[in-house]
């Protein structure tokens, strides 16, 4: 390439640098934030969850105890601080069983609203639902455990709900409503546990018809 050339080239580039550079310049920058803002947040993300294990562990001890004020704090705490995180929806689940084992139903039922309000996962948020409606059985709240279950659930769970309206109805005196639930539970069950599948085949045969 000739000098006279090269220099046409040259004068292209500052040609081009005088009109485009500086938009170039905020391109690039744009970029260089983004691309650190997302290592930023998946640093603090992965810090977070690392947080939440360690609490998590703190959770399992706590529950063991059998304190009922300190599994709710704790609770609670990891809800707050961590309810991003999975080890919270674990939490709620195990502590609403532990409250409720130690008597502590409201807490319990706390805990369970929680997971269905919050939960990350939609095995979570079921399980917590079929629990709260198992909850609300035992008080007698019929109305409020179908409202509950009224959803259409993944298919995983069809029959496990179909399974607990069927005990709500029936403890209700709804006896035809009972038989087609437990019968939906029967055909919708899958891989169901067999002497759970029995256990719903004695429910019906005891409404009779």
């Known amino acids: 390439m000739s000098y006279h050339e090269e220099q046409e080239t040259l004068d292209e580039l500052k040609a081009w640098w005088a009109r485009w550079g500086n938009a170039v310049t905020w391109i690039v920058l744009i970029a260089l934030l983004i691309a650190a803002s997302f290592n930023g947040w998946n640093f603090w993300q992965r810090k977070q969850t690392a947080k939440a294990s360690e609490l998590y562990e703190t959770v399992q001890q706590t529950i063991a105890g059998g304190d009922k004020a300190r599994i709710a704090d704790i609770a609670k705490r990891m809800e707050d601080d961590y309810g991003h995180a999975p080890y919270a929806q674990m939490t709620a689940l195990q502590a609403a069983k ?112």
């Open 98 to 209: 532990a409250l409720y084992l130690a008597s502590d139903t409201d807490g319990a039922k706390a805990q369970l609203q929680w997971a269905i309000d919050h939960a990350k996962d939609d095995e979570y948020r079921e399980i917590a639902k079929l629990r709260l409606a198992g909850v609300l059985l035992d008080e007698k709240a019929y109305d409020a455990g179908l409202k509950l279950l009224a959803d259409d659930p993944p298919a995983a769970f069809k029959g496990l709900f179909a399974d607990r309206r069927g005990d709500l109805l029936a403890a209700q005196g709804k006896s035809d409503d009972a038989r087609a639930a437990y019968k939906t539970a029967l055909a919708t069950v899958g891989d169901m546990d067999p002497s759970q599948k029995q256990l719903i085949q004695f429910k019906l045969d005891a409404l009779g018809g």
